[in-house]
C-alpha cells in the first residue's frame, strides 16, 4: 500500500465537516485511498483499498451504520 508523501498529497475535508469538530480527511493515491483525523495530520493514515473505500462510503449512504 503506498504512503501518503505530506507534502505533495492533496487532503479533502467533507463539506458537512466545520473547523471545530472532529473530522476525517481522504486522499486518493495511485491504488490507494488514505484516511486521516484533520486535527492530527502529521499522524499515520489509513489506506485502504478503492475497492475498500467504496464499499465504506455505499454502506455509510445506505445506512448501515446508523
Given at each position: 500500500?503506498p504512503?501518503?508523501d505530506?507534502?505533495?498529497t492533496?487532503w479533502?475535508?467533507?463539506?458537512h465537516?466545520?473547523?471545530v469538530a472532529n473530522?476525517?480527511?481522504?486522499?486518493f493515491?495511485?491504488?490507494a485511498?488514505?484516511?486521516?483525523h484533520s486535527?492530527?495530520?502529521?499522524d499515520?493514515?489509513?489506506?485502504?483499498?478503492p475497492?475498500?473505500?467504496?464499499?465504506?462510503t455505499?454502506?455509510?449512504?445506505?445506512?448501515?451504520?446508523d
Amino acid at each position: 500500500m503506498p504512503v501518503p508523501d505530506p507534502n505533495i498529497t492533496h487532503w479533502r475535508k467533507s463539506s458537512h465537516s466545520s473547523d471545530v469538530a472532529n473530522c476525517v480527511e481522504v486522499a486518493f493515491l495511485d491504488g490507494a485511498v488514505a484516511v486521516r483525523h484533520s486535527k492530527h495530520p502529521i499522524d499515520p493514515a489509513l489506506t485502504v483499498t478503492p475497492q475498500a473505500w467504496t464499499a465504506f462510503t455505499t454502506a455509510i449512504r445506505n445506512g448501515e451504520f446508523d
